[in-house]
């Protein structure tokens, strides 16, 4: 069964630090893994997602994860945070091909401090 | 193009009183799911449909929680009788038919029961 599970319910940062948010999964076959950020009072947006046509994904404002098969990680980074870039970010996987049902990892609050 | 609709963005409402959530998934996109989040439990999928059929209900509460997808460009979801438990923020996302079915997500309802 896939699950998916990311460290640390909160990370603390300085402005211009890097960011590293954890993900680590669980999948029976070569997974689609995704990241996705969440705003207060918005809904979840899609950051970035692996479909295993590369191992480093980049995705928007900055941000990319790379695919370990050998650490079943997909950690997110970005070299220099951003004030705006606080926000709850969530990793994902589902299962090929249908893809259907998606498990949300519990989420990571990014604080970033002045 | 228009992303996931959800109306309305804010319900408060009285215990006992029935609620309906309505969502337009993005044109083309052939899967629609319903989430529920709070503080406590986090994003929980409450069912999902494919091709309007629902698939997976097993994450709907209880029978108090109904949702239905007469066609692809609409969805509800009702609670009756509401009970002040399921004060929650409900979101709605669609995926498309192509893997590997990211989820775009609506701005969400925010549901308050007194």
């Known amino acids: 069964a896939q699950s998916v599970t990311q460290l640390g319910s909160h990370v603390s940062v300085s402005e211009g630090a890097l960011v590293l948010l954890r993900c680590n999964y669980s999948?029976?076959?070569?997974?689609?893994l995704f990241w996705y950020v969440q705003y207060p009072n918005q809904g979840l947006q899609l950051l970035l997602k692996?479909?295993?046509?590369?191992?480093l994904v980049k995705g928007i404002n900055g941000f990319e994860a790379e695919f370990k098969k050998s650490e079943t990680s997909f950690h997110l980074t970005k070299p220099s945070a951003h004030m705006s870039d606080a926000a709850e970010y969530f990793c994902?996987?589902?299962?090929?091909?249908?893809?259907?049902?998606?498990?949300f990892g519990a989420g990571t609050r990014l604080f970033v401090k002045a | 193009d228009a992303g996931v609709i959800q109306s309305p963005r804010h319900e408060v409402t009285e215990m006992g009183q029935e609620v309906t959530l309505r969502c337009k998934p993005i044109?083309?996109?052939?899967?629609l799911f319903w989430y529920r989040q709070t503080m406590m439990r986090g994003l929980e999928l409450l069912i999902y449909?494919?091709?309007?059929?629902?698939?997976?209900d097993s994450g709907m509460p209880e029978d108090r929680f109904s949702a239905k997808m007469p066609n692809a460009s609409f969805s509800t979801l009702k609670i009756q009788p509401s009970e002040p438990r399921d004060s929650a923020v409900y979101f709605c996302?669609?995926?498309?038919?192509?893997?590997?079915?990211?989820?775009?997500f609506g701005p969400g309802t925010r549901l308050t029961v007194t």
């Open positions: 994902a996987v589902s299962d090929p091909p249908g893809g259907f049902k998606t498990i």
């Open positions: 996302a669609s995926s498309p038919p192509r893997p590997p079915n990211e989820q775009y």
């Open positions: 449909f494919n091709n309007n059929v629902p698939i997976d």
């Open positions: 044109s083309g996109h052939n899967s």
């Open positions: 692996y479909t295993s046509a590369a191992t």
């Open positions: 999948s029976s076959v070569p997974p689609y």
